[in-house]
């Protein structure tokens, strides 16, 4: 299928954006896509009049506009599992003190999709929209685990281990058994593989055909929450996740 050229620059130009690069000058896009001004100014102006880039008046720099978070909200809004799974999340973020974690799989990458800070909760690296790895974090384990070989092998071809930390599962083998656990145990657990003195637990969410549709997730310090505590707190996400999963016309229970 032939790439359009201009589609292309200006989707470019969008990803160029986040919440480390809010706004960005006319030249700084020139160069980080290696195209002339006019090109750019060109595109910008057209994204502009669709209202996908604003420009800060006071600088003139670019930025994403309003018609993203207008779109963004249409998406989400579909995800039938997003409104549902909210009031779970909020009990379960008071039950356990922490935050819970909405996460649905997209492509090789999983995408915050809803949270729920809990009064305990000091982890801030979270945020809706956000895309995690799957390698390293718990929700991602629990999105690819109780797929088919087929289904998996395919999410891993050229999948790319990257060290996040010292406890990062860096190879496919070791990734391959990690899943092994977590369909024997129901859950996933992320050991400071994402985020150092950070563990996370996440459990699958079912749909009516039992197929795993998104996955929620509790954050927890190591500092402050010990192995007996996370033992008790993965008995209640199982159970939050069978009643989400539930709702969601799932009558098999999770294991």
């Known amino acids: 299928m032939p790439v ?5 620059r200006a989707l470019r ?10 706004e ?3 030249t700084d896009i020139s160069n980080r896509l290696e195209l002339h001004k006019s090109t750019v100014h060109s595109l910008l102006k057209t994204l502009l009049n669709h209202g996908y880039i604003s420009q800060n008046p006071d600088n003139g720099k670019y930025g994403l506009g309003m018609k993203l978070f207008e779109r963004g909200n249409y998406v989400i809004q579909s995800l039938d599992v997003r409104g549902l799974s909210k009031k779970y999340l909020m009990d379960l973020s008071v039950k356990t003190g922490q935050t819970a974690h909405l996460v649905i799989l997209d492509g090789k990458e999983g995408v915050y999709i809803d949270k729920v800070e809990g009064p305990m909760a000091v982890i801030l690296y979270s945020k809706i929209g956000k895309r995690i790895p799957l390698h390293c974090s718990a929700v991602g384990k ?18 790319d ?7 990062t599962i860096t190879n496919e083998a070791e990734f ?14 992320d050991n400071q593989e994402n985020e150092p003195g950070v563990r996370c637990i996440a459990a699958p969410i079912r749909n009516h055909e039992n197929k795993v ?3 929620i997730s509790l954050s927890t310090l190591i500092a402050r929450v010990d192995d007996a505590q996370l033992e008790i707190f993965s008995k209640q996400l199982k159970q939050t996740a069978f009643q989400l999963s539930e709702q969601m016309g799932n009558g098999i229970p999770i294991s």
């Open 161 to 167: 281990y990257f060290k996040q930390t010292e406890f």
């Open 142 to 159: 629990a999105l690819i685990a109780f797929k088919n070989q087929e289904e998996i092998k395919q999410i891993l071809n050229e999948y």
């Open 24 to 26: 960005l000058k006319i």
């Open 13 to 22: 130009i969008l990803d160029l954006f986040d919440e480390h690069t809010p």
């Open 4 to 8: 359009i050229q201009s589609v292309d």
């Open 213 to 215: 549709i998104a996955a």
């Open 176 to 189: 391959l058994h990690e899943l092994q656990q977590v369909q024997s145990q129901g859950y996933a657990v």
